[in-house]
């Protein structure tokens, strides 16, 4: 289904630009608003958005409590119903009924960039500061479930159960919560381009140098929150890593906040928007077979550092030549993890304790199979699909399915659905192993 509803947005919106470039409209302000319009309707037919949510893509201003934000918006996904802006099309919403919030570039250049990266920037600054008002509240919680998740794919450990215990989190670990749960909450900020940069890499190199241009003027940089979730112009994607869907880490666990794609910017940006969806409604969005994953690129790293009184973040670029990012697949076919014997034996032993096993009984294992503790524990990590609490390790979903194929090779995976259709591709008998934790 996402597939098939990509494709129809792909071409309404080539359909559309073909239309409006035969016009010789040399207007630059009314140019802006035909671009914006076509952004708007592709984004809000039935095929990309379900109407049955009270989902519509309008134009308008953002209010946060009593303050209309003078940034005019050129398309926002919103919910429910909004106040419309004296005898205009324009619509004024409140801020927690805002899901994506869309500026629309004819051309990306690096000025548009930096115009259209300012403007975002506002709102989700204007947002944070309204989040933390709401704890005025003593009542106040917000849900934080899929940010809890985030954080222990990247750091393997167990996240704080309440938002309110962030403070029991060393200060490295609360910048990279807070920021998570803000990428949860907060509208998404997406900059769509219709044309600009014909390469990936010139794509990148532009967002890195904005980056630094940025932390040169206000001297203290840039935190995750402020930057864009999605940047889309030629086909090309900067995507944020932040679970919503993507999320990427290195082999030395260091968390990629910000990847690069070179395929269908259509499907990339739908699938940002129809998991904001699911999120905000909690609901499970028609993603079909959905067999095939992006393979993105990283393109920054950012570490959380602390001193004695603060936090901040520490960039990693990565600049590649495009010839290197050329050089890659854009695509693959989704699998589980695979996992060797002595992997099996710490599922196993997960199995026979309740879900947890403790990390002497992964020294135990270590040392009967020759194997060192500490590669066995990062082999563990490393598939995202485990935290440690304590002196424990348990999975981070509250279940985990493992098969075996018939040449009695494992595979784990905490998704039902693709796992599923990945036995069924491989014709492999779905008799699977659950290991399910009740919390």
Same mark, same amino acid.
Request: proline share 5%.
């Given at each position: 289904?996402?597939?098939?509803?990509?494709?129809?947005?792909?071409?309404?919106?080539? $359909?559309?630009?073909?239309?409006?470039?035969?016009?010789?409209?040399?207007?630059?302000?009314? !140019?802006?608003?035909?671009?914006?319009? #076509?952004?708007?309707?592709?984004?809000?037919?039935? /095929?990309?958005?379900?109407?049955?949510?009270?989902?519509?893509?309008?134009?308008?201003?953002?209010?946060?409590?009593?303050?209309?934000?003078?940034?005019?918006? @050129?398309?926002?996904?919103?919910?429910?119903?909004?106040?419309?802006?004296?005898?205009?099309?324009?619509?004024?919403?409140? $801020?927690?009924?805002?899901?994506?919030?869309?500026?629309?570039?004819?051309?990306? *250049?690096?000025?548009?960039?930096?115009?259209?990266?300012?403007?975002?920037?506002?709102?989700?600054?204007?947002?944070?500061?309204?989040?933390?008002?709401?704890?005025?509240?003593?009542?106040?919680?917000?849900?934080?479930?899929?940010?809890? $998740?985030?954080?222990?794919?990247?750091?393997?450990?167990?996240?704080?159960?309440?938002?309110?215990?962030? %403070?029991?989190?060393?200060?490295?670990?609360?910048?990279?919560?807070?920021?998570?749960?803000?990428?949860?909450?907060?509208?998404?900020?997406?900059?769509?381009?219709?044309?600009?940069?014909?390469?990936?890499?010139?794509?990148? *190199?532009?967002?890195? @140098?904005?980056?630094?241009?940025?932390?040169?003027?206000?001297?203290?940089?840039?935190?995750?929150?402020?930057?864009?979730?999605?940047?889309?112009?030629?086909?090309?994607?900067?995507?944020?890593?932040?679970?919503?869907?993507?999320?990427?880490? *290195?082999?030395?666990?260091?968390?990629?906040?910000?990847?690069?794609?070179?395929?269908?910017?259509?499907?990339?940006?739908?699938?940002?928007?129809?998991?904001?969806?699911?999120?905000?409604? @909690?609901?499970?969005?028609?993603?079909?077979?959905?067999?095939?994953?992006?393979?993105?690129?990283?393109?920054? /790293?950012?570490?959380?550092?602390?001193?004695?009184?603060?936090?901040?973040?520490?960039?990693?670029?990565?600049?590649?030549?495009?010839?290197?990012?050329?050089?890659?697949?854009?695509?693959?076919?989704?699998?589980?993890?695979?996992?060797?014997?002595?992997?099996?034996?710490?599922?196993?032993?997960?199995?026979?304790?309740?879900?947890?096993?403790?990390?002497?009984?992964?020294?135990?294992?270590?040392? %009967?199979?020759?194997?060192?503790?500490?590669?066995? !524990?990062?082999?563990?990590?490393?598939?995202? !699909?485990?935290?440690?609490?304590?002196?424990?390790?348990?999975?981070?979903?509250?279940?985990?399915?493992?098969?075996?194929?018939?040449? %009695?090779?494992?595979? #784990?995976?905490?998704?039902?659905?693709? !796992? @599923?259709?990945?036995?069924?591709?491989?014709?492999?008998?779905?008799?699977?192993?659950?290991?399910?934790?009740?919390?």
């Amino acid at each position: 289904m996402i597939e098939q509803a990509s494709e129809l947005l792909a071409q309404f919106i080539q $359909i559309e630009k073909e239309a409006l470039d035969k016009f010789d409209m040399p207007h630059m302000p009314t !140019l802006g608003s035909a671009y914006e319009e #076509i952004t708007k309707q592709g984004i809000d037919q039935n /095929f990309a958005i379900p109407k049955s949510l009270g989902l519509k893509v309008v134009s308008g201003f953002i209010s946060v409590g009593e303050e209309m934000l003078p940034q005019q918006i @050129d398309g926002m996904l919103v919910c429910g119903e909004g106040t419309q802006y004296g005898r205009t099309k324009e619509f004024i919403y409140p $801020i927690d009924q805002v899901l994506c919030v869309f500026e629309v570039k004819k051309t990306l *250049n690096k000025a548009d960039y930096i115009d259209a990266f300012d403007h975002l920037r506002v709102i989700r600054q204007k947002f944070s500061e309204h989040f933390e008002s709401k704890f005025d509240d003593p009542n106040f919680e917000p849900e934080i479930e899929a940010a809890r $998740i985030h954080f222990s794919q990247i750091t393997g450990k167990e996240a704080p159960k309440s938002y309110r215990q962030i %403070n029991s989190l060393s200060k490295s670990d609360g910048i990279l919560f807070y920021s998570l749960v803000q990428e949860i909450l907060a509208p998404l900020s997406i900059i769509h381009g219709y044309g600009g940069y014909s390469t990936e890499s010139g794509m990148r *190199n532009a967002f890195l @140098d904005i980056l630094l241009e940025k932390g040169e003027v206000t001297g203290d940089g840039l935190g995750v929150p402020s930057l864009p979730a999605l940047v889309t112009t030629n086909g090309f994607s900067i995507v944020k890593g932040n679970g919503v869907p993507f999320i990427a880490i *290195n082999e030395d666990r260091k968390w990629a906040a910000l990847l690069s794609l070179n395929r269908n910017a259509a499907r990339i940006m739908l699938e940002v928007i129809w998991s904001k969806i699911s999120l905000y409604f @909690d609901v499970k969005m028609p993603w079909g077979e959905d067999s095939n994953v992006e393979v993105p690129v990283p393109l920054m /790293f950012a570490v959380p550092t602390e001193t004695e009184d603060a936090a901040g973040w520490m960039y990693h670029p990565v600049r590649l030549k495009e010839s290197e990012l050329r050089s890659r697949k854009d695509v693959q076919q989704w699998q589980p993890v695979k996992i060797d014997p002595v992997m099996s034996s710490v599922v196993y032993s997960m199995l026979g304790y309740g879900g947890y096993i403790h990390l002497d009984n992964i020294c135990e294992i270590a040392v %009967n199979n020759s194997v060192p503790e500490d590669e066995l !524990l990062e082999k563990i990590m490393n598939t995202l !699909l485990f935290k440690q609490v304590g002196d424990h390790i348990r999975p981070i979903s509250s279940i985990l399915h493992m098969v075996s194929d018939s040449g %009695n090779q494992d595979f #784990i995976s905490s998704s039902k659905e693709r !796992l @599923d259709t990945w036995c069924d591709r491989h014709d492999i008998s779905k008799s699977y192993i659950n290991l399910i934790i009740v919390d």
